[in-house]
């Protein structure tokens, strides 16, 4: 049974900082997609990142792209989310997602694994 648990969400001002931790457990991840969604009060769940967990290739969200970088650590089974340049439209419940899925684009309905969710706000 996959669990994804993440952690490193919080209160940051704008143009700060924030790192976002996905710890994966219960089975191997070889040939998962890893990815980031987020979720605003009010709006559908967004794409934000994927990382390939066996080859490592990457896809960031338009929205992000140069701010946010996702990558992972496969000896401790971890992917991370690195937040630059925080704004507060950033403000969202991030949520973490794995996956056997075609390719790094797909949407939260392909993912069958998730994690609980971290808050992020960004204050102006």
């Known amino acids: 049974q996959v669990q994804l648990v993440e952690s490193g969400g919080g209160l940051v001002q704008a143009g700060g900082s924030l790192t976002l931790s996905c710890a994966a457990s219960?089975?191997?991840?070889?040939?998962?997609?890893m990815a980031w969604f987020r979720q605003a009060p009010g709006k559908e769940r967004e794409f934000v990142a994927a990382?390939?967990?066996?080859?490592?290739?990457?896809f960031h969200a338009d929205s992000v792209k140069g701010r946010f970088t996702i990558f992972r650590d496969s000896a401790k089974n971890t992917v991370y989310l690195q937040m630059n340049s925080l704004k507060p439209e950033d403000t969202a419940v991030y949520y973490c997602?794995?996956?056997?899925?075609?390719?790094?684009?797909?949407?939260?309905?392909?993912?069958?694994?998730w994690g609980q969710g971290t808050q992020v706000t960004v204050s102006s």
């Open positions: 219960g089975r191997t991840f070889s040939g998962y997609v």
């Open positions: 997602a794995a996956g056997i899925v075609p390719d790094l684009t797909r949407g939260a309905e392909d993912y069958d694994n």
């Open positions: 990382i390939s967990w066996t080859a490592g290739s990457r």
